[in-house]
């Protein structure tokens, strides 16, 4: 099968996450299994034109992208209308069997879909309600509400046209967890039978082996994501600087806004905080490793749809302690591979970490469901699998 997958970052971009990083998996994985899958992302750091990485063909599309969403760019340069150029030439040279859109990204395809024919299916991450709750709930600072209003007009015009449109001119919408389908529901009102959920999957990875060495009255905490306000990973520093966190550490991966403050907690910490800075994809699984770290956590006040560093924890052995917000309960089980806690609530996270700390048993049992939940349901084989059946559905 050709198919032709729509993004607009890639892991090409130095700033790329989860999307990006799931994107990649889950196109290496059908090429894997013998599809030609071309990618098309704007060009925004490289040079090149095209690059073919492990089987995936990378198509960078020139086109302009604001500094801020709610800034437009004309229309002759907008990613909607180059991507659609793109592909129109592309597709005019060999036919294309299948669309892929992660969010709104096939938007200007969508729109012209009865020129092309061709199946599309959306990739729904999160929503846009979700994405400005998020916005006003992390950050009510005076620059942070500045940035909510620039948003603001942006926000809404994808909530009344954009996310409905790239919703309802799909074939069907692939929801990454049971919270985005029941959002998406709710703000576009599509039919419940086009929303298909298939949580997000990776390779798995690590020795099964491995020694568990959770001790009485210590406990690593480990922490990989983004380094802003709304991840929370700030409280829990403070925390454990300041000796509110008894007989825990912290090792922390990742970049962004606070990392020079995290790093100013790190250096008079005694010990206590170790920065990693940001790592490449292959060397973070690495330090998932319960002979190393015995609880991750996850602190973010962020409405996220299926957060890929749960799953990574999980097949790493790792027991997690996470805010219970959007597509978290998808993949945390709560007194079984980890804790939830409700949002916002530090004490009731400090006492679930207490708890471990007091318990290695519980830390390493925890630790091993986990490992055994992931390989049962978040395997990169289940979740291509099921994009697969879903392909077979709407080629018919």
Known sequence: MRIAVFIKSSTFSKSYGGLETQNKLLCE?????????????????????????????????????????????????????KSLEEFRIANSKEKFDLIIGQSSAAIGVIKSRVEFGVPIIS????TKMGEMQTKIQSDVSLKGIARTLLDLPHALKNFFTVQREFVHGSNLVIAVSSYVKKALIDETFVDEQKVRVVNNGIQPFGDVNKEY???????????????????????????????????????????????ESLDHLAKN???????????????????????????????????????????????????????????????????????????????????????????????????????????????????????EEIFEEVMK
């Open 29 to 81: 994985g059908l090429a894997s299994r013998g599809h030609t899958v071309v990618v098309f992302t704007p060009n925004i750091e490289l040079e090149a034109r095209e690059v073919r990485e492990s089987g995936v063909l990378y198509k960078f599309v020139e086109c302009k992208v604001a500094s801020y969403s709610s800034v437009t760019v004309p229309k002759k340069d907008s990613w909607p209308l």
């Open 123 to 126: 990739i729904s991450h999160g």
């Open 213 to 259: 060495s959770a001790e009485k009255g210590n406990l690593r905490l480990l922490y990989v994501g983004q380094l802003i306000k709304s991840k929370g990973i700030l409280r829990i520093a403070d925390m454990v600087a300041h000796g509110m966190l008894e007989g825990m550490s912290l090792d922390i991966v990742g970049a962004g806004d606070l990392y």
């Open 269 to 387: 910490s005694g010990g206590k905080i170790n920065m990693h800075g940001k790592l490449p994809y292959e060397d973070v699984l690495k330090i998932y490793d319960p002979r190393r770290f015995d609880v991750f956590v996850f602190p973010t006040s962020r409405i996220e749809g299926f957060p890929m560093v749960l799953i990574e924890a999980m097949f790493g052995g790792l027991p997690i302690v996470a805010f219970g917000l959007g597509g978290v309960p998808d993949a945390v089980f709560d007194n079984e591979t980890g804790f939830l806690v409700k949002a916002g609530d530090f004490r009731a996270f400090k006492a679930n970490l207490e708890e471990l700390r007091n318990h290695p048993e519980l830390v390493k049992k925890m630790g091993a469901n986990a490992r055994n939940k992931a390989v049962e349901r978040f395997s990169l084989d289940k979740m291509l699998d099921s994009y």
